[in-house]
């Protein structure tokens, strides 16, 4: 909405704070606030679905297939 659109202006162009962690925390808090988190997971889940439906798709072999799959849940679950 417009207030949180201004609100974010003023934090990245110093109108509000010059502090590092105050800029941090008023993004993330809108971040949050927007449920940008869930949203981006969400579409994660989404294309890391698609890309085992190809693989399952392919013709490549079960141990092949099996490190892909792999690799695609330590991303899914990976942390900072």
């Known amino acids: 909405n417009a207030t949180q659109r201004t609100h974010l202006y003023n934090l ?15 993004v993330t808090a809108l971040y949050n606030e927007l449920h940008i988190p ?12 698609l890309s085992l ?6 013709e490549l072999n079960v141990d092949c297939k099996a490190q892909f ?7 899914m679950n990976r942390k900072k």
């Open 38 to 49: 869930e949203i981006c997971n969400a579409k994660i889940g989404y294309y890391i679905d």
């Open 12 to 26: 990245l162009s110093n109108k509000v704070t010059t502090r590092k962690q105050e800029k941090i925390s008023g």
């Open 53 to 58: 439906s190809a693989l399952e798709k392919s």
């Open 69 to 75: 799959v792999n690799f695609a849940e330590m991303l």
